[in-house]
């Protein structure tokens, strides 16, 4: 199936590794042009090149930190820059660290808000009026199933998360007639360093290994595993391409059924 991306243009931000990074490949393998950032400039021209090999038709790497809002600013600015303009805007970051509700903190509130809500939504923000004005763009949140369904000992990305969320589904309503789609993409529980970060969490706390909990976590999905990142990104490239048009304001689910919920 040709998703209609060649010559379409790409900012996935988180892109070094991860979910960021399976997105970039699979809309890269597309034909895109693709903007990688993160906070690494030797991974993201190293991770460009890659890209360029696999079939972008351009890609730069930008450095930036999304906790920072003036950084946000030069990512969009640079990003119009080197590819003429953003059709494809991917928000992703880093999460918060693991934590039960009654560990919230003022300061990781403060801290986190800026990186899970205030720094997408500016560079949003910003890229936004060029996509409405050319009647075509996408919108992607790589977000989490803890939006849908929270996660135990997740409370901090549980709070904020849901957030981002209730954003993108007001804002959605807002552009679907300038034909701009908003969607949430959220994983479940896919082998990147984040599971690896959760599993010895829990272990700590149970008294387990971080082996032991990733079986775990395995067990509690339908599927009997953990999914890999490139079982995630294309569908990435499938919300970003033309067939994903009358897709928007809403939270795509790709987490081997794990989460049971008929809503």
């Keep these: ?9 790409a900012l996935v931000m988180g892109a070094s590794k991860g979910l960021g990074r399976a997105i970039a490949d699979s809309l890269a393998a597309e034909g895109a042009a693709v903007v990688v950032s993160g906070r690494d ?12 090999a696999a079939g972008a038709s351009a890609a730069f790497g930008v450095p930036a930190d999304v906790a920072n809002g003036a950084d946000m600013d030069r990512l969009a600015d640079e990003a119009t820059r080197l590819m003429g303009g953003v059709d494809i805007l ?11 509700a009654s560990e919230i903190t003022d300061a990781s509130l403060h801290t986190w808000f800026e990186q899970i809500v205030a720094s997408p939504i500016r560079i949003c923000n910003r890229l936004m009026p060029a996509m409405r004005k050319q009647g075509w763009g996408r919108v992607i949140v790589v977000g ?19 957030a981002i969320w209730g954003w993108l589904k007001t804002f959605s ?3 679907a007639k300038d034909g701009v789609t908003m969607n949430v993409l959220a994983p479940g529980s896919i082998m990147t360093d984040r599971i690896n970060q959760n599993a010895a969490s829990r272990a700590e ?13 395995a067990s509690e999905v339908p599927a009997r595993r953990i999914g890999r990142p490139d079982e995630f990104g294309p569908m990435g490239a499938f919300l970003a391409s033309e067939q994903g048009a009358y897709i928007t304001g809403s939270m795509i689910r790709v987490d081997g059924g794990r989460v049971r919920s008929m809503l």
């Design 173 to 175: 309503g807002e552009v």
């Design 90 to 100: 991917v928000l992703n970051h880093g999460g918060p660290p693991p934590c039960i």
């Design 41 to 52: 400039q030797a991974k993201l021209d190293a991770v460009a090149a890659e890209l360029k």
């Design 1 to 9: 199936m040709d998703l209609g991306l060649k010559g379409k243009r």
């Design 205 to 217: 706390k149970a008294g387990t290994t971080a082996e032991a909990e990733i079986a775990q976590m």
């Design 144 to 162: 989490s199933t803890g939006m849908q369904h929270p996660i135990p000992n997740l409370a901090l990305s549980n709070t904020l998360r849901a």
